[in-house]
């Protein structure tokens, strides 16, 4: 070979070796060494007492919960009140959040493990929010880890046949060079406002009078024990009217502790049904009266309620004559303990009674039910007409003729 062949060749092979390393280092140039050190926290120095609120975004939905004075509410829902246990372990759970794999990744890679701001990819973005009412931290929750499944192989990205996720990709503040893989999926965290939502709600006990007043007034009725240990009786009922006891019997725990799955906000009482609703008037035993209103069944089989709650309290007792002192003592504390406690609960219930709910028909079912629900099956309660008949086998004697 010539010596200007070979130079030709020498000086091609160093241009292509060139490029090569020209386009690998220009792969690369987009990577971030993590700066997230192993088992290191992600949001150092932030004060869990000073946070004014969150804001989780997904897609384009968003949900606000924000601190008004000591509560915590929920925009969405026209301020109604969130559950502070939920937000409480939430907001730990971020503030703990400590690196389990420092990730060196570019922006090419980021989509693959769905780092990517709501508003332009799969990403979840929850905010916490400042004293200014302003997001002073970030985090951008990615794809979760999992574990199990057929393709998983105990630890990977996916995973079927029943993977469960054990964590989660994360990048804080939006800087790429915080990537990292946390041990905490964050399930919980979407823009749903009812799954934020305080579901304390009213609770009825001893009822001893129900009154179910339809729209249709012979499906209307009432219904009254002694006490809370007794059955029930149908007020005025006719000597056809044969009750059921058994159908009457769903009507002592109830509403002994009812939950809700929404609030409505803006309700508008005509298109709910609430301009001509089925009405239950409930007393209890010891005072209480409560009247719910429900309207016409929405979507998935749900209703939507409003309640109001009303309470004549005995808020002084009458001591016994032959009280001794330190029995007065006593039964005055103990009084005035129970005493505290039925104003403050109703004072709660009174507060929530300005809203309108939504509530499944499970939990208000027995306050649907129509008068005529309420007797003895005709085709169960009457004997077959040819009982005599069948009372012995063909061709054996009828011992009781």
Not at 5 to 26: F, W
Not at 212 to 224: C, M, W
Not at 280 to 289: L, Q, V
Not at 314 to 325: G, I, M, S
Request: net charge neutral.
């Amino acid at each position: 070979m010539k010596t200007q062949q070979l130079a030709i060749l020498v000086a091609v092979g160093l241009a292509l070796g060139g490029a090569g390393l020209y386009v690998r280092n220009q792969q690369s140039a987009g990577y971030r060494q993590s700066s997230a050190q192993l088992g290191g926290a992600l949001l150092q120095g932030v004060d869990a007492s000073t946070l004014t609120g969150l804001r989780i975004t997904q897609g384009t939905n968003q949900l606000n919960i924000l601190k008004s004075g000591n509560d915590w509410t929920v925009k969405e829902r026209g301020g109604y009140a969130a559950n502070f246990g939920s937000i409480q372990d939430f907001v730990r759970k971020l503030v703990d959040l400590k690196a389990t794999q420092p990730i060196q990744v570019g922006p090419s890679r980021l989509p693959i493990l769905e780092l990517v701001a709501p508003d332009k990819g799969p990403g979840v973005l929850v905010e916490l929010l400042g004293a200014d009412g302003k997001a002073s931290r970030s985090v951008l929750l990615g794809k979760k880890h999992t574990k199990g499944g057929q393709d998983d192989g105990g630890g990977g990205l996916g995973g079927m046949g029943g993977a469960w996720p054990i964590g989660r990709y994360v990048m804080v503040d939006n800087k790429i060079e915080t990537v990292t893989l946390v041990n905490e999926p964050l399930a919980n965290a979407e823009p749903k406002p009812d799954q934020w939502l305080e579901k304390e709600w009213f609770k009825v006990e001893q009822p001893v009078s129900v009154t179910i007043t339809h729209p249709e007034a012979t499906n209307s009725f009432s219904l009254t024990r002694t006490n809370e240990f007794s059955e029930w009786t149908l007020v005025g009922a006719t000597a056809e009217e044969k009750v059921d006891t058994a159908k009457t019997g769903v009507f002592s725990p109830l509403l002994s502790s009812p939950s809700f799955d929404d609030v409505i906000v803006d309700a508008q009482p005509a298109a709910l049904g609430l301009d001509q609703p089925v009405q239950a008037k409930i007393r209890t035993s010891n005072g209480w009266t409560y009247t719910v209103k429900i309207g016409k069944a929405q979507e998935g089989d749900r209703y939507p309620v409003q309640f109001v709650t009303e309470a004549q309290l005995l808020t002084q007792r009458n001591p016994a004559k032959d009280e001794k002192k330190e029995e007065t003592e006593k039964f005055n504390k103990d009084f005035a303990e129970k005493l505290k406690k039925q104003q403050e609960k109703l004072a709660a219930e009174q507060s929530r009674g300005r809203w309108t709910y939504l509530v499944s028909k499970w939990t208000i079912d027995s306050l649907l039910k129509k008068r005529s629900e309420l007797m003895v099956d005709p085709k169960k309660d009457a004997a077959p007409d040819n009982a005599d008949a069948i009372s012995a086998p063909v061709g054996f004697p009828n011992l009781g003729q």
